[in-house]
């Protein structure tokens, strides 16, 4: 059977993979007629990608693979309180997180599956950690090492902003399929291992091996982030905010333990520095830097119900 589909995956001829979904279905006593359709189609979008590796953005998973992948490795972290403790200190934090950044970054029309993932926001009670990091589907996850770092409620939207350009760009499951490839289609599709998907999501889980976003990717989420926050209250630029807080602390340079998990997960910090510039001069934005105060920075309420809040 795997002869059969590898034949037709690297052929670019209709008709024939029209023929082998046929035998395919006649083969199996019809058990995979309801998915002839949907193996043409699959099959039709996969043959010019193919020879690069599934690179370019390809992704074999639906948005609804996306939910699932994103679910079981939630379900992972939440009973994971040594690795993850979840911060429980003070609810009104995560309370005011949620409704007054992270929901009003959803309310972008930019951002458009926000009615098929489960959007959620979630704090990791770790002094020592200073990251943030998305889940398929939809779920985000702040370190409080990183919410004490921060200054101003810009810096934040702009984190929050690029973690959900990285669930809506799908760069996890981009990854995925690069990595996995015809292998993971062929189960998938032809359902003959329906443990596939919890299976990588534990493999994704060991190691923070879901973190792991290409410069690419960065930059991607970077100006979706920029692209959001120009629909919210808060200052594009502030993707750039925690970067430039860094660099000023040297700790881009020296790379100490407290940054190390976020500088592994997030490369070239530096770099993107110039390349939000770039955009907010490309749209007339004054540029600002994370000392800034003024319109759409928000320092004092950040300090009032966040940062003091956690001490």
């Given at each position: 059977?795997h002869?059969?589909?590898?034949s037709?995956?690297?052929?670019?001829?209709?008709?024939?993979?029209?023929?082998?979904?046929?035998?395919?279905?006649?083969?199996n006593?019809?058990?995979?007629m309801?998915f002839?359709k949907?193996?043409?189609?699959?099959?039709?979008i996969v043959?010019?990608f193919i020879?690069n590796?599934?690179?370019?953005?390809?992704n074999?998973?639906?948005?609804?693979?996306?939910?699932?992948?994103?679910?079981?490795?939630?379900t992972?972290?939440?009973?994971?309180?040594?690795?993850?403790p979840?911060?429980?200190?003070?609810?009104?934090?995560?309370?005011?997180?949620?409704?007054?950044?992270f929901q009003?970054?959803?309310a972008?029309?930019l951002?458009?599956?926000?009615?098929?993932?489960?959007?959620?926001?979630?704090?990791?009670d770790?002094?020592?950690?200073?990251?943030?990091?998305?889940?398929?589907?939809?779920?985000?996850?702040?370190?409080?090492?990183?919410?004490?770092?921060?200054?101003?409620?810009?810096?934040l939207?702009?984190i929050v902003?690029?973690?959900i350009?990285?669930?809506?760009?799908?760069?996890?499951?981009?990854?995925?399929?690069?990595?996995?490839?015809?292998?993971?289609?062929?189960?998938?599709?032809?359902?003959?291992n329906?443990?596939?998907?919890?299976?990588?999501?534990?493999?994704?889980?060991?190691g923070?091996?879901?973190?792991?976003?290409?410069?690419?990717?960065?930059?991607?989420s970077?100006?979706?982030?920029?692209?959001?926050?120009?629909?919210?209250?808060?200052?594009?630029?502030?993707?750039?905010?925690?970067?430039?807080?860094?660099?000023?602390?040297?700790?881009?340079?020296?790379?100490?333990?407290?940054?190390?998990t976020?500088?592994?997960?997030?490369?070239?910090?530096?770099?993107?520095?110039?390349?939000?510039?770039?955009?907010?001069?490309?749209?007339?934005?004054?540029?600002?830097?994370?000392?800034s105060?003024?319109?759409g920075?928000?320092?004092?309420?950040?300090s009032?119900?966040i940062?003091n809040?956690?001490?």
């Amino acid at each position: 059977m795997h002869s059969i589909f590898f034949s037709v995956i690297i052929s670019n001829d209709y008709d024939e993979i029209k023929s082998w979904s046929i035998i395919i279905t006649k083969k199996n006593n019809g058990r995979f007629m309801k998915f002839s359709k949907h193996i043409v189609t699959i099959l039709i979008i996969v043959c010019p990608f193919i020879y690069n590796s599934c690179d370019g953005g390809l992704n074999i998973f639906s948005k609804s693979d996306d939910v699932q992948l994103g679910l079981d490795i939630n379900t992972q972290i939440l009973n994971d309180p040594q690795q993850f403790p979840i911060y429980r200190t003070d609810l009104s934090v995560k309370a005011y997180i949620n409704s007054r950044i992270f929901q009003h970054i959803l309310a972008s029309p930019l951002i458009e599956s926000k009615d098929i993932y489960n959007y959620q926001i979630e704090i990791i009670d770790d002094d020592s950690v200073m990251n943030a990091f998305a889940l398929p589907g939809g779920y985000i996850y702040v370190y409080t090492g990183l919410l004490e770092y921060l200054n101003s409620e810009a810096a934040l939207a702009g984190i929050v902003g690029h973690e959900i350009a990285h669930a809506e760009l799908r760069h996890a499951t981009q990854r995925m399929t690069a990595q996995y490839g015809v292998s993971v289609l062929l189960n998938l599709i032809l359902g003959e291992n329906p443990s596939q998907i919890a299976e990588i999501a534990s493999n994704l889980f060991v190691g923070f091996a879901f973190l792991a976003n290409s410069r690419s990717d960065e930059s991607e989420s970077d100006m979706e982030s920029f692209n959001y926050l120009k629909d919210t209250r808060y200052y594009p630029g502030g993707v750039k905010f925690f970067f430039e807080h860094l660099k000023a602390d040297n700790l881009v340079s020296q790379n100490p333990g407290k940054i190390e998990t976020f500088l592994s997960t997030h490369p070239n910090p530096l770099e993107r520095i110039s390349e939000i510039n770039n955009l907010l001069q490309q749209a007339n934005i004054e540029v600002r830097d994370f000392n800034s105060t003024g319109s759409g920075i928000y320092r004092d309420e950040y300090s009032v119900n966040i940062k003091n809040k956690l001490r």
